[in-house]
Structure formats: structure tokens, C-alpha cells
């Protein structure tokens, strides 16, 4: 009776039992270890360390754009002086007389 069809129920998932074939004594000891020193260390110290390496990278990243934005800067003065310096020398001509 009890194989009886009913679309209200839904079944039971059948238990997984898995048993492991090889067992690490020595992982599992290293896994407890690790587990009891990330416990002990204090997070703070660990945020600190983060916050002053980030800010570290930050400023060297603004450097580098410093570096660069100066770098873009001479490169489109000496191409306009390369461009106008006919219309300088002309200029400056007038300017003396």
C-alpha cells in the first residue's frame, strides 16, 4: 500500500553514505592547525597590513599616471611648437620691428 501515487508529496531524497577510502592523518592534524592559528591571529592587524599595502599600491599607481600625463603634455607642446614655429618666426618678427 504504501507505493501508492500521490503528486502532493513530493519523495525523500535517498541518504548519501560515503565513506572515504584513504584517510590522511597527518592532512587532517595540519587542517586543525590551520584552523586554531587563523582563530588566534587578530584581525585587525590583518586589515592594517591590507589597507597600508593598498594604499601603497595606490600611490605608486598615481605616479606612473603622474608620470605619464606630464610625459603626454611635453609631447603635444613640442608638436604644436613643431607645427606654428612658422607662424612664431613671423610673430616674433613683427613684435621686434
Not at 560515503?18 to 582563530?39: C, G, H, M, Q, S
Not at 595606490?58 to 611635453?74: A, F, L, T
Not at 606654428?84 to 618678427?93: A, C, G, T
Request: aromatic residues 10%; without cysteine.
Amino acid at each position: 500500500m504504501g507505493m501508492l501515487f500521490n503528486p502532493f508529496k513530493m519523495p525523500k531524497p535517498r541518504p548519501f553514505n560515503y565513506t572515504p577510502l584513504y584517510y590522511d592523518e597527518r592532512k587532517e592534524r595540519l587542517e586543525k592547525l590551520k584552523a586554531a592559528a587563523n582563530k588566534s591571529t587578530p584581525r585587525v592587524n590583518l586589515h592594517k597590513g591590507f589597507l597600508h599595502e593598498q594604499r601603497a599600491r595606490h600611490s605608486n599607481q598615481m605616479e606612473k599616471g603622474s608620470v605619464i600625463r606630464w610625459g603626454i603634455i611635453i609631447m603635444m607642446a613640442v608638436v604644436a611648437l613643431i607645427i606654428l614655429w612658422p607662424r612664431i618666426d613671423k610673430f616674433v618678427m613683427l613684435l621686434v620691428k
